[in-house]
T-cell receptor
């Protein structure tokens, strides 16, 4: 069956360091992958979309990669700040498939 | 611009009661979704709709019903509430096919079934 895996353990890093979060998927081949941020008690907020032919996408301090061979996406936050502390969710998407399914999310904690 | 609005924000139900969670969006989005999120868990898709009059099941539809009579509204009905339905419910909408367009989420409805 299709599976999306994100590290369930929280990632603790120091302010100023680069945070790297992983999203692995199995048994399907998404054409796109979205990343969302979710703060406690709030709904998720869209961050980035990457297409399978893009390999890498950047937005300010954010960088996402998409390796269809490894079936993996990496989400990087450079020069991390305490305000980046949140849970980050990935959502691989099949072409022509409307059901948007999310990974369990990884909680990021950035310490001053 | 209100975006996606969910009501109520909080509700306590007794086992066996029924209720409807309301969701409305003012962005003229065709696609709408209902998710539930249990503590420490990810989002699970309950139902989704690709337009007025069209709905389909997601990953966890049992115990729920939906309707989509207008583009703006997508209510979620809980029949015979059970403790397993205690969760936070999120409604979302998207502009395009949902395959490339971002989802806009509401603030959530926290439901407790006792």
């Amino acid at each position: 069956s299709q599976k999306i895996e994100q590290n369930s353990e929280a990632l603790n890093i120091q302010e100023g360091k680069t945070a790297t979060l992983t999203c692995n998927y199995t048994n399907y081949s998404p054409a796109y992958l979205q990343w969302y941020r979710q703060d406690p008690g709030r709904g998720p907020v869209f961050l980035l979309l990457i297409r399978e032919n893009e390999k890498e996408k950047r937005k300010e301090r954010l960088k996402v990669t998409f390796d269809t061979t490894l079936k993996q996406s990496l989400f990087h936050i450079t020069a991390s700040q305490p305000a980046d502390s949140a849970t980050y969710l990935c959502a691989p998407i099949l072409t022509g498939f409307q059901k948007l399914v999310f990974g369990t999310g990884t909680r990021l904690l950035v310490s001053p | 611009n209100a975006g996606v609005t969910q009501t109520p924000k909080f509700r306590i139900l007794k086992i066996g009661q029924s209720m409807t969670l309301q969701c409305t969006q003012d962005m003229n989005h065709n696609y709408m979704y209902w998710y539930r999120q249990d503590p420490g868990m990810g989002l699970k898709l309950i139902y989704y709709s690709v337009g007025a009059g069209i709905t389909d099941k997601g990953e966890v539809p049992n115990g729920y019903n939906v309707s989509r009579s207008t583009t703006e509204d997508f209510p979620l009905r809980l029949e015979l509430a059970a403790p397993s339905q205690t969760s936070v419910y999120f409604c979302a909408s998207s502009y395009s096919s949902g395959n490339t367009g971002e989802l806009f989420f509401g603030e959530g409805s926290r439901l407790t079934v006792l």
